[in-house]
């Protein structure tokens, strides 16, 4: 597997709005600039329970599999985000703590109080706060790294 090959196939899957690749162990995942219609309830729905190869390349995918990498062996897990500036890093740190707060969700809740994904997403500008500038490629490019971790109970909640 060479880079020509990687990039053929990357621009070929973003021709045809698929802004996710697979490479060897790695997702791989192309900033379109725009929204697309792929993080919707029902399509997280399309990945509870499904192994990486029994559903197409996605976000949820991965984060399904550090799920179930927890579930099983009852070990922590890891997923490393990584890319250049407007890469599209927080984004998708977004979508995995969206996909865990909606499988984990017990449904229950007070009315008017804000769901858990709600709680852990509004997080997120507070810490931007500190280390973001403009960029030539991004108006909000986050200086540093961040590290968030997420506590289940031996239920997975």
């Known amino acids: 597997l060479g ?24 997702c791989i995942a192309i900033n379109p600039y725009k929204r ?3 993080y919707t309830l029902r399509t997280m729905e399309m990945y509870v329970g499904k192994r990486r190869n029994e559903v197409p390349p996605h976000i949820f995918a991965i984060a399904e599999g550090a799920y179930q ?12 985000i990584t890319g250049e500036s407007g890469a599209g890093k927080t984004e998708n740190t ?7 707060a909606t499988i984990c969700s017990s449904g229950k809740r007070k009315e008017g109080e ?11 500008p507070v810490l931007e706060a500190w280390g973001n500038a403009k960029t030539v490629r991004n108006d909000n490019s986050s200086r540093f ?6 506590h289940f109970n031996a239920s997975g909640k």
């Open 3 to 26: 880079d020509a090959c990687v990039l053929w196939n990357s621009v070929v899957r973003y021709i045809n709005q698929l802004i996710y690749t697979y490479s060897g162990l790695f």
């Open 36 to 38: 697309f219609p792929i």
């Open 69 to 80: 990498g927890m579930m099983n062996s009852g070990i922590n897990q890891s997923i490393l």
């Open 94 to 100: 977004k979508k995995v703590i969206s996909y865990f």
């Open 114 to 124: 804000a769901s858990l994904e709600d709680k852990i997403v509004q997080t997120n």
């Open 145 to 150: 790294g961040k590290f968030i971790r997420i």
